[in-house]
């Protein structure tokens, strides 16, 4: 009763003491912690186009912010567990951001994520995707399976569906129950299960060498060295991939970082081991 | 309060994944898909292609009335407005039917509003624009009543 009188008291009667408040109150509101983000539309009648005018290299090459893209990562099953093994370059249209990206999220000790596409809406969707996971982890009291997190973060995608967001990253990990797990998740909402992926401006090159030397049987050490290899030939010939390769061996206890190799070292290394790559001089 | 002829536009200015549904239990970052049955939301579909005067057009009904209290309140003194947003707020909260079996009777607030000798589409479209696809189940109704 006391909440309907003071609704028309003389209080509530000046609109712009309450126009005043009303704003401050939602700036007060935003200083705390969501479990998700909000997002500010502009009131056109088309709001998610607008960043899309903005942002979209492809529509508009004159567009004055240019989303960091292109790469190469990959990801497969195998006897041991599974094999992570990305580059880490940054481009934003025609030049080179960064060439030591970060382009694995460890989403918790026993979840990989794979970063392709824009570098901003993976990192920060899959932190997110790390926070759902240990909330699931905290109310069912037992690790989050591959499927769930993949599931999580692919309807979260396709919930912003059309509204440019960039991502194609892949959920790797291993559970009890599901054994070595990967799950492809894509901006569209795509979400796959599968034994062999790779992802990126650079992925057909990396398909080449991964798809002539993948077989279930190979030991760890093959195994990371065929990582290694692939994205190698991408980094070769894709414009967009470089920098240095970072391995990742995910096993029953959770992933094993396996080092950082610089292309530019490793290229030569290779080309004399292997005695590959003849059409470059030596 | 306001004295206001034409609504506010009520255009969403800010979205999450929570703001047109409720988030769910096991994964409360996003809606809860199961609950409303429409299957996964496609946020872009709610905020794009909406007419200029939807927003306004939604709150037709709230402005009138909020301006009829005002003109009340002005003119006989705060108790009117204060007794009849009683009486309409004790129906609401001793009605419950649940939309399953055809929501509650509406010949109480019918009376309250004025509405008792005339027939208009909102008596048949009972819900508005939004509904028909999805009734409410019974315990995200309950729930919702008791305050859960």
Known sequence: MNSIASQFTNNNNNIIRNEINSVTHEFAQQNSLNLVPSITLPPISQPTDFLRAHTDDETNPDCKIKIAHGTTTLAFRYQGGIIVAVDSRATAGNWIASQTVNKVIRINPFLLGTMAGGAADCQYWETWLGTQCRLHELREKERISVAAASKILGNLVYQYKGMGLSMGTMVCGYTKKEGPTIYYVDSDGTRLKGDLFCVGSGQTFAYGVLDSEYKWELTDEEALYLGKRSILAATHRDAYSGGSINLYHVTEKGWIYHGNHNVGDIFWDIKEQEKSFNNVDG | ?148
């Open chain 2, 1 to 148: 309060m306001s004295l206001r002829l034409i609504p506010d536009n009520n255009q969403v200015s800010s979205i999450s994944t929570t703001t047109f549904g409720e988030a769910a239990a096991s994964a409360p970052g996003l809606q809860d898909i199961l609950k409303t049955g429409e299957g996964p939301l496609n946020l872009a579909s709610k905020v794009n292609n909406r007419h200029p005067l939807e927003g306004r057009i939604s709150n037709w009904e709230q402005t009138q009335y909020e301006t009829r209290l005002e003109t009340y309140r002005r003119v006989f003194g705060a108790g009117e407005p204060i007794k009849r947003t009683m009486e309409l707020q004790i129906i609401e909260s001793t009605d419950f039917k649940p939309s399953l079996l055809g929501g509650s009777d509406p010949l109480h607030k019918d009376i309250l509003l004025n509405r008792d000798s005339s027939v208009t589409w909102e008596d048949i479209y009972k819900g508005g624009f939004e509904s028909g696809n999805n009734v409410k189940d019974f315990h995200s109704e309950l729930e919702n009543k008791v305050g859960i």
